[in-house]
């Protein structure tokens, strides 16, 4: 059973292995003649803008903490549709309540103007 | 082998690095960070145990404190930001108006 | 393959939850208007609300003496459920009706208070009528979220931001301790069942020398005390009572409490009946402990809010005499206990509510100097609320000690009841204390700024009324205690 993976280690041994090797070798034997261009965090190419610790508009967070409310409700969505057939008009009719629960929150969050970004 | 006890062993680590880090920590996004440590820790203890006792109860457990764990950072997230709008910190060090 | 939502649907019992669905879809709908409504624009959604309350009251009245179980087993309303419903229910009412004319005066109309208040008690409710620790815990953290917006809800304040933050933390804090709790029973009985785990560990030959049970029973606790405020779980309360707008302390000192002590009532009494001695022996600690904390750091404050928090963490450890007595009169006790307490504090409250100026700053003990005199009213209502809180007759803070401490004695804790009144005794010299300040000091203030405000009056009324009625004729609502023991 073990054994049939064992393609797969030894793929991720020369991955690894491969990896370390050129970065090591790379800093042993390769020249080094830095500059300010060079030494710089690489962008796209572009030049720098700004600097990466930059806050965050707290915007970001409105639009994080409504994500997180209504993302998790999707675990409750997983087992009903596992289950879904079984429990038939039953399990539907509750999952139309659950959803309407959530509506009515996503209603309020649409009216209160939460989901503008202006 | 690994059984229910090494789950267990694991899951009180966690927890207990989570309380340390609450009574450590002084950023109030990390101690939040440390809180969600336990209660992940506590699922842990739930989903482990179900499979162990073979019984669903605790993976049905672990969906609620999910999304309860989700409710308490929402309104966790408003709170901080709430403060942070009047007082520019989000560490707890600035709390100095209630004190005895 | 037909037979799960056959079963799925035997299972539920909507009659189990009537009167928490009520008060959600109340809830829901309120928060629906609010949105249409325009902004501070307040009072429409004000009077919903205490509709909705009174809808559900009624609802809960009539399922008494009809015990109603559900949803497999995790919830069940029978009396006890429905006393300690009613008793959050008139907290509820209470505080909104002190509610509106104190948002309009503090500069936050906003509509959603009124909401999360009615979300809040519905929490409560769940707690007080969940037998499955999933549902306990479901209530405990709707009633808690809910909460932590409360207690926070004065963005722009400070103190607010401060106190909702610190409930917060520390609450999430003792949720992680009572859910580890949870899952360390679950792990030794195999059921969240409150019934299932008391048989399982009945079933056990050493059950209070397992250490899962005991670390189990203990973490749980843990959570149930950090809800009531005893110590040493009681850092939280002073801060966060001060720092939250008056009208929420109010209402957290009374409802949720209640809800806790509802719940960890049926969690040790009947999960845990096993472990009945060790129980009752930290109990004792905790109690005596609870009681001298709150009552002696009482006396060293100065802010009358902060005050009352200590002295709402000491009625916790009276409270806690009745579950160390174990029996039927400390039980019932507590259901009474918490609905006197729920009447003397709220209305000392909605007094500080009136006397308060913009922003809160002059709750102090000198900001009450000379109120007797200045305003007569209040100063007899607060006088009222004060000799029920030190537990003096005719008031029903006397008839309430009176029962719990019954309970303790006919347990046999002579040293316990002993203790609980030398607390009343020290407890009398900070609720004095705050007399003398109102009635035989040189008014600092004129008090102008006070309004009589009407629905105000009308919940310092009622609570005076409750106060009164259960402490003259503790009687029958005694009755209705002892039929609400499960």
Same mark, same amino acid.
């Given at each position: 059973?073990?054994?049939?993976?064992?393609?797969?280690?030894?793929?991720?041994?020369?991955?690894?292995?491969?990896?370390?090797?050129?970065?090591?070798?790379?800093?042993?034997?390769?020249?080094?003649?830095?500059?300010?261009?060079?030494?710089?965090?690489?962008?796209?190419?572009?030049?720098?803008?700004?600097?990466?610790?930059?806050?965050?508009?707290?915007?970001?967070?409105?639009?994080?903490?409504?994500?997180?409310?209504?993302?998790?409700?999707?675990?409750?969505?997983?087992?009903?549709?596992?289950?879904?057939?079984?429990?038939?008009?039953?399990?539907?009719?509750?999952?139309?309540?659950?959803?309407?629960?959530?509506?009515?929150?996503?209603?309020?969050?649409?009216?209160?103007?939460?989901?503008?970004?202006? | 082998?690994?059984?229910?006890?090494?789950?267990?062993? +694991?899951?009180?680590?966690?927890?207990? #690095?989570?309380? &340390?880090? $609450?009574? /450590?920590?002084?950023?109030?996004?990390?101690?939040?960070?440390?809180?969600?440590?336990?209660?992940?820790?506590?699922?842990?203890?739930?989903?482990?145990?179900?499979?162990? +006792?073979?019984?669903?109860?605790?993976? #049905?457990?672990? &969906?609620? $404190?999910? /999304?309860?764990?989700?409710?308490?950072?929402?309104?966790?997230?408003?709170?901080?930001?709430?403060?942070?709008?009047?007082?520019?910190?989000?560490?707890?060090?600035?709390?100095?108006?209630?004190?005895? | 393959?037909?037979?799960?939502?056959?079963?799925?649907?035997?299972?539920?019992?909507?009659?189990?939850?009537?009167?928490?669905?009520?008060?959600?879809?109340?809830?829901?709908?309120?928060?629906?208007?609010?949105?249409?409504?325009?902004?501070?624009?307040?009072?429409?959604?004000?009077?919903?609300?205490?509709?909705?309350?009174?809808?559900?009251?009624?609802?809960?009245?009539?399922?008494?003496?009809?015990?109603?179980?559900?949803?497999?087993?995790?919830?069940?309303?029978?009396?006890?459920?429905?006393?300690?419903?009613?008793?959050?229910?008139?907290?509820?009412?209470?505080?909104?009706?002190?509610?509106?004319?104190?948002?309009?005066?503090?500069?936050?109309?906003?509509?959603?208070?009124?909401?999360?208040?009615?979300?809040?008690?519905?929490?409560?409710?769940?707690?007080?009528?969940?037998?499955?620790?999933?549902?306990?815990?479901?209530?405990?953290?709707?009633?808690?979220?809910?909460?932590?917006?409360?207690?926070?809800?004065?963005?722009?304040?400070?103190?607010?931001?401060?106190?909702?933050?610190?409930?917060?933390?520390?609450?999430?804090?003792?949720?992680?301790?009572?859910?580890?709790?949870?899952?360390?029973?679950?792990?030794?009985?195999?059921?969240?069942?409150?019934?299932?785990?008391?048989?399982?560990?009945?079933?056990?030959?050493?059950?209070?020398?397992?250490?899962?049970?005991?670390?189990?029973?203990?973490?749980?606790?843990?959570?149930?005390?950090?809800?009531?405020?005893?110590?040493?779980?009681?850092?939280?309360?002073?801060?966060?009572?001060?720092?939250?707008?008056?009208?929420?302390?109010?209402?957290?000192?009374?409802?949720?409490?209640?809800?806790?002590?509802?719940?960890?009532?049926?969690?040790?009494?009947?999960?845990?009946?096993?472990?009945?001695?060790?129980?009752?022996?930290?109990?004792?600690?905790?109690?005596?402990?609870?009681?001298?904390?709150?009552?002696?750091?009482?006396?060293?404050?100065?802010?009358?809010?902060?005050?009352?928090?200590?002295?709402?963490?000491?009625?916790?450890?009276?409270?806690?005499?009745?579950?160390?007595?174990?029996?039927?009169?400390?039980?019932?006790?507590?259901?009474?206990?918490?609905?006197?307490?729920?009447?003397?504090?709220?209305?000392?409250?909605?007094?500080?509510?009136?006397?308060?100026?913009?922003?809160?700053?002059?709750?102090?003990?000198?900001?009450?100097?000379?109120?007797?005199?200045?305003?007569?009213?209040?100063?007899?209502?607060?006088?009222?609320?004060?000799?029920?809180?030190?537990?003096?007759?005719?008031?029903?803070?006397?008839?309430?000690?009176?029962?719990?401490?019954?309970?303790?004695?006919?347990?046999?804790?002579?040293?316990?009841?002993?203790?609980?009144?030398?607390?009343?005794?020290?407890?009398?010299?900070?609720?004095?204390?705050?007399?003398?300040?109102?009635?035989?000091?040189?008014?600092?203030?004129?008090?102008?700024?006070?309004?009589?405000?009407?629905?105000?009056?009308?919940?310092?009324?009622?609570?005076?009324?409750?106060?009164?009625?259960?402490?003259?004729?503790?009687?029958?609502?005694?009755?209705?205690?002892?039929?609400?023991?499960?």
């Amino acid at each position: 059973m073990l054994e049939n993976y064992l393609p797969v280690l030894v793929l991720i041994g020369i991955a690894v292995a491969f990896a370390v090797g050129s970065v090591v070798m790379s800093g042993l034997i390769g020249m080094k003649k830095p500059s300010a261009v060079k030494l710089a965090p690489y962008e796209c190419g572009m030049p720098l803008v700004g600097s990466a610790r930059e806050r965050f508009s707290v915007k970001f967070y409105i639009i994080a903490m409504l994500f997180i409310l209504f993302d998790i409700e999707a675990v409750f969505l997983y087992p009903w549709a596992v289950m879904f057939k079984r429990l038939g008009m039953f399990g539907f009719v509750e999952m139309g309540v659950f959803i309407a629960i959530l509506l009515v929150g996503f209603i309020y969050v649409w009216k209160k103007g939460a989901l503008e970004w202006e | 082998m690994i059984s229910v006890y090494h789950y267990m062993i +694991l899951s009180a680590i966690l927890f207990a #690095i989570g309380s &340390f880090g $609450v009574l /450590t920590r002084k950023n109030m996004i990390v101690i939040f960070m440390c809180i969600e440590l336990m209660l992940n820790s506590v699922n842990l203890t739930f989903i482990a145990l179900s499979r162990h +006792l073979g019984n669903m109860d605790g993976q #049905i457990f672990v &969906f609620f $404190v999910m /999304t309860v764990a989700a409710a308490e950072a929402a309104v966790g997230l408003a709170l901080i930001i709430a403060f942070y709008r009047n007082k520019e910190s989000i560490e707890v060090d600035d709390f100095r108006l209630l004190k005895w | 393959m037909e037979n799960l939502a056959q079963i799925a649907m035997e299972s539920v019992n909507f009659q189990a939850i009537m009167p928490s669905l009520v008060l959600c879809c109340f809830g829901m709908v309120l928060l629906l208007v609010s949105v249409f409504l325009e902004r501070g624009r307040t009072a429409p959604i004000c009077w919903l609300s205490i509709i909705g309350l009174v809808v559900t009251g009624i609802i809960s009245i009539n399922g008494w003496n009809d015990p109603q179980a559900g949803f497999a087993g995790g919830v069940v309303l029978d009396n006890f459920a429905t006393f300690f419903n009613l008793t959050c229910l008139i907290a509820a009412g209470l505080t909104i009706l002190m509610s509106d004319s104190y948002l309009h005066r503090e500069g936050y109309p906003v509509a959603e208070y009124y909401p999360l208040i009615l979300f809040t008690t519905a929490g409560a409710m769940w707690m007080a009528s969940g037998t499955d620790l999933m549902t306990i815990f479901l209530g405990l953290e709707v009633l808690s979220v809910s909460l932590y917006v409360l207690a926070g809800f004065f963005r722009g304040q400070l103190r607010s931001n401060e106190a909702g933050l610190k409930y917060f933390f520390l609450g999430a804090f003792s949720t992680g301790f009572m859910l580890y709790g949870v899952a360390l029973l679950y792990g030794v009985t195999g059921t969240t069942k409150v019934a299932g785990i008391a048989e399982a560990i009945r079933l056990m030959p050493d059950a209070s020398s397992n250490p899962m049970i005991i670390a189990g029973a203990i973490l749980l606790s843990i959570g149930f005390l950090f809800k009531i405020g005893a110590a040493p779980f009681h850092m939280w309360t002073p801060d966060v009572y001060q720092g939250a707008p008056t009208p929420i302390t109010a209402f957290m000192s009374a409802g949720p409490k209640a809800a806790a002590f509802a719940a960890f009532m049926r969690v040790t009494y009947i999960s845990l009946d096993s472990l009945q001695v060790d129980m009752s022996a930290m109990f004792w600690v905790l109690a005596v402990l609870t009681m001298t904390i709150g009552n002696f750091v009482a006396i060293a404050q100065k802010d009358v809010k902060r005050m009352l928090a200590f002295s709402s963490i000491s009625h916790a450890g009276y409270a806690l005499v009745g579950m160390v007595a174990w029996n039927e009169v400390g039980f019932s006790g507590i259901l009474f206990y918490m609905l006197v307490y729920t009447f003397m504090n709220i209305g000392a409250f909605a007094v500080l509510v009136l006397i308060g100026k913009q922003g809160e700053d002059n709750l102090t003990l000198d900001g009450m100097a000379g109120l007797g005199y200045k305003r007569p009213f209040l100063g007899v209502a607060m006088a009222i609320f004060l000799f029920s809180l030190m537990g003096l007759p005719p008031t029903a803070g006397f008839t309430g000690k009176f029962f719990i401490f019954a309970g303790a004695l006919k347990a046999g804790y002579v040293w316990l009841a002993i203790l609980g009144v030398l607390n009343s005794a020290v407890s009398l010299y900070y609720y004095l204390r705050v007399m003398v300040y109102m009635y035989f000091r040189d008014p600092v203030e004129d008090f102008s700024w006070v309004k009589m405000e009407m629905a105000t009056i009308v919940s310092i009324l009622i609570a005076i009324a409750g106060v009164l009625y259960l402490g003259v004729l503790p009687g029958p609502v005694m009755e209705l205690a002892k039929l609400s023991i499960f």
